[in-house]
């Protein structure tokens, strides 16, 4: 197993991002088959969308609507990015180590007004499939990375940020800068 390389798959679509209380935030998604050109496609309208949302770092399948394990991440020139693997596609995503729990401020743009306090691990072991090929992948990372990856794995089993906060004293309301 290897670590992702930077997403090369075919130009996409910008798709409307779901926001709460959309049904398919809070429903499982489905495992896909990676070789499957419906979800290439859907990879690349990942990437593009994530590209053109200001501040986005990740975007998964079920915030465009799409009830899939599927998801886009690039912490690319992030200010709290350590370990950085470019943009990258991942499906059927699972964690199979984690460590180093600590908390941190999320936001996310299927939550636009808030913002909140998530304890996550600072270090993850990540095996996935990629679009595509379907080659199976193991990614080690940390920090802002790692947060970015476990925020997304959350979306594709169906949780929220705000599903994972520790109560109402850690939700914010999100900053809007002029």
């Known amino acids: 197993m290897t670590a992702p390389v930077a997403w090369d798959g075919p130009a996409g679509n910008v798709l409307p991002v779901v926001t709460a209380p959309a049904t398919v935030l809070s429903t499982v998604g489905d495992e896909v088959d990676p070789a499957d050109p419906a979800i290439v496609q859907l990879a690349a309208d990942l990437v593009a969308t994530m590209k053109v949302s200001p501040g986005c770092v990740g975007l998964a399948a079920p915030q465009v609507g799409v009830g899939a394990q599927i998801f886009a991440v690039d912490v690319t020139g992030h200010p709290k990015a350590a370990t950085v693997h470019g943009a990258f596609v991942l499906c059927n995503a699972k964690i199979i180590e984690a460590s180093r729990w600590k908390a941190g401020r999320e936001g996310c743009m299927s939550v636009p007004d808030l913002t909140g306090d998530v304890k996550r691990a600072g270090r993850i072991v990540v095996s996935a499939m990629l679009p595509g090929s379907g080659e199976a992948v193991e990614i080690t990372t ?33 900053k809007v800068y002029l």
């Open 142 to 174: 940390d920090a802002f990375e790692a947060r970015a990856l476990q925020h997304e794995i959350d979306h594709c089993a169906g949780k929220l940020f705000l599903d994972r906060v520790a109560g109402a004293h850690a939700i914010y309301q999100r």
